[in-house]
């Protein structure tokens, strides 16, 4: 799946996939229920913690 935060190995991944495969996961990725979702986060908020999600991914 697309990710906002993705490992060395996930980049290399999805480099290996063809165009179709990589819009084809991204409609996947877009339908997703979760999607659709309704949060009280702002785009603020859900960058700031992706940031501390990678910065932890980071030290561990």
């Known amino acids: 799946m ?3 935060t ?5 980049l290399a991944a999805w480099a290996a996939l ?3 495969a990589q819009v084809s996961r991204y409609r996947e990725a877009l339908t997703h229920p979760d999607c659709c979702a309704v949060s009280g986060e702002s785009m603020g908020d859900i960058l ?3 940031r501390e ?3 932890a991914r980071d030290d561990g």
């Open 18 to 20: 063809s165009r179709e």
């Open 53 to 55: 999600r990678v910065a």
């Open 48 to 50: 700031a913690a992706a």
């Open 2 to 4: 697309p990710s906002a």
């Open 6 to 10: 993705p490992t060395e190995a996930e």
